[in-house]
């Protein structure tokens, strides 16, 4: 089982706020792989909990740390990092 880590900059505006939350954890759904994201006050939330990322609290321009797990993690993060790094939201 592969394991990724790698590090993304929340571009986002407003941050990670519900619908960035919501957003993520479907994603993170859509794919056979556990991602966790951790902030730099070193607060871990796994990607499939709304309430855990919200609990993060990642603003624009704050460092997130992150994991993907399993047998999908490279799509998984590809598609994670993708939406943490949007400047805008889709």
Request: with cysteine; charged share 20%.
């Amino acid at each position: 089982m592969s394991q990724l880590v790698w590090e993304s900059r929340v571009s986002l505006p407003k941050g990670v706020h519900c619908r960035v939350a919501a957003k993520l954890s479907e994603t993170a759904a859509a794919y056979d792989a556990t991602v966790r994201i951790s902030s730099a006050q070193g607060e871990t939330a796994d990607c499939s909990s709304v309430l855990e990322l919200l609990s993060l609290a990642l603003v624009e321009g704050s460092m997130a740390r992150c994991t993907a797990e399993g047998p999908q993690a490279a799509q998984a993060a590809q598609a994670i990092d993708r939406l943490l790094s949007a400047a805008e939201e889709s």
